[in-house]
């Protein structure tokens, strides 16, 4: 299993990003994926969730209404699109799923806002 996560950067508070996670080495359709953050000095926070056929989601209560999770079964790929940033959302962000007893982790995007 690979997760490969791009897209991050430096970003103005008030902008948007879009965060892409390619995704290998499992039957991608059949799981629900993930992203999550992680801030310095703090824990890794779940931030979305997709399920399999992509037209569920969840999201925490701090990225609600401005955050965007979506699916691609036929490029393998989950996206993560968010809008009006704020210096609070500067973490880095990871892709993430279980596939049987195993939770699989990418390396992760750092997306900084900052005026």
């Known amino acids: 299993v690979q997760l490969v996560e791009s897209g991050g950067g430096l970003v103005q508070p008030g902008g948007s990003l879009t965060l892409s996670c390619a995704a290998s080495?499992?039957?991608?359709?059949?799981?629900?994926l993930s992203w999550y953050r992680q801030a310095p000095g703090k824990e890794r926070e779940l931030v979305a969730r997709?399920?399999?056929?992509?037209?569920?989601?969840n999201y925490a209560d701090s990225v609600a209404g401005r955050f965007t999770m979506s699916r691609d079964n036929a490029k393998r790929a989950v996206y993560l699109q968010m809008n009006n940033l704020t210096p609070a959302d500067t973490a880095e962000y990871y892709c993430?799923?279980?596939?049987?007893?195993?939770?699989?982790w990418g390396k992760g995007t750092l997306v900084t806002v900052s005026s």
């Open positions: 993430f799923v279980k596939v049987g007893w195993t939770d699989y």
């Open positions: 080495g499992f039957a991608f359709s059949s799981y629900p």
């Open positions: 997709v399920r399999t056929s992509g037209r569920g989601q």
